[in-house]
């Protein structure tokens, strides 16, 4: 079936609304390369990762989950290939390829077994780091965290800070506030700490409150690159540093992880699909939802004027409290109903002829009928219930005149 050129435009705005939800909110690449040592941006670490290197300092890749490095487990870290061949690192949700010339394999970490300690740093790319497994530090590992939460003070955004390899420059108001006594402060300031240490067990973990202490933004800033190549050094234990949470795989964890239907699913962000379904819907309703062709619009009532006016006239007066105004008018009807059922005529009677012609004809007491039918016996102003009682003794009065 053709389509309307209604519902083409329909179809159009929505598939305009999708693409730009798309490109707007769907995760991109840049969040992945913060503090990637891949990344050449300014929140990337590959300047410090090249001077590392520089200086002949080994700095492994880690490109594997992270449970695969905490849990016992998996007996061995991953072998280092060669100088003469080349790691291929695929980005996660992409398909850019990246080749990466690997250094020459450190002897210790070739052969030796997770019990074996290391020094992993981990840089945040925007989520929040936490300790996976504190017994894989007491065992002797160190692990550097940069970019702990912590809260924000009255510190000033941009500010520098003296140490023992020169000035560190910070663009962050957040700071640690004072730690116990099992915390050893390494950077501080008046405002609190920037850099701390902790001991757990034969380990340690080192924590800064900021991502980019030595991102390539501050590659003017010597001291800052000093200061993290100080801290990855000082333990004297062969240095790995995570860009599996940055996005980066070896070639067996991507064939391992894309290889169904259900581990694509489960990394699809559930806050673009429930947007792309509110936005359908959406559409679908400013449609009119005609699935099953053109709307069938409904007959409209007829308009009965009279009793339109009725209920006018009886919201008028309903809002005047004009009760008695009431009272009234529908006397003066019921009067002619019951002088027609008597056989009386239409043409209004004196009210103590029609009381005779009641009590002669009904055998009923006239008491009642009077009450209904003279307007002295009520006041000028009654209650709402008392015109329902009045309405009510009406109503009696016109059963007896249909037995």
Do not use: C
């Amino acid at each position: 079936m053709p389509l309307s050129k209604r519902q083409i435009w329909l179809l159009a705005i929505a598939l305009a609304t999708l693409i730009i939800i798309s490109l707007f909110a769907a995760p991109g690449g840049k969040r992945l390369q913060s503090g990637s040592t891949y990344g050449r941006s300014p929140d990337g670490y590959g300047a410090w990762y090249a001077l590392m290197e520089s200086r002949g300092v080994t700095i492994h890749r880690w490109q594997k989950p992270l449970k695969s490095l905490f849990q016992p487990s998996e007996p061995k870290l991953p072998a280092i290939e060669t100088s003469d061949k080349t790691a291929e690192t695929q980005r996660r949700g992409d398909a850019e390829t990246v080749l990466i010339t690997a250094s020459p394999p450190h002897p210790f970490i070739a052969s030796s077994p997770l019990t074996e300690p290391i020094t992993l740093l981990q840089i945040s790319s925007g989520e929040p780091l936490s300790v996976t497994n504190l017994a894989w530090v007491e065992r002797g590992n160190v692990l550097l965290l940069l970019g702990v939460s912590a809260p924000v003070t009255k510190a000033p955004f941009d500010s520098t800070i003296a140490s023992s390899v020169g000035a560190i420059r910070l663009q962050t108001s957040r700071r640690e506030p004072d730690r116990t006594t099992q915390t050893k402060p390494l950077l501080t300031d008046p405002f609190g700490t920037v850099v701390w240490q902790q001991t757990f067990g034969r380990g340690q973990i080192i924590s800064a409150v900021t991502p980019n202490l030595a991102a390539n933004a501050y590659q003017e800033a010597q001291g800052n690159y000093e200061f993290l190549a100080k801290l990855v050094t000082e333990p004297n234990l062969p240095i790995w540093v995570d860009e599996y949470s940055h996005g980066y795989k070896d070639n067996d964890v991507v064939k391992q992880e894309s290889g169904n239907l259900l581990s694509y699913l489960a990394k699809t962000p559930l806050l673009l699909v429930f947007i792309q379904a509110i936005v359908i819907l959406l559409v679908l309703i400013w449609g009119q939802n005609r699935r099953l062709g053109p709307a069938i619009a409904l007959p409209t009532p007829a308009i009965d004027n009279s009793e339109a006016y009725i209920q006018a006239m009886a919201a008028v007066l309903y809002k005047a409290e004009s009760n008695q105004f009431v009272i009234d008018t529908i006397g003066k009807a019921e009067q002619i109903e019951v002088q027609k059922a008597l056989g009386l005529g239409t043409e209004p009677l004196p009210l103590k002829t029609l009381l005779d012609a009641w009590t002669q004809q009904t055998g009923q007491p006239a008491a009642p009928l009077e009450a209904i039918l003279s307007p002295t016996k009520h006041p000028r102003r009654i209650e709402e219930s008392d015109l329902l009682k009045w309405l009510e003794q009406m109503q009696a009065v016109r059963q007896q005149l249909t037995r």
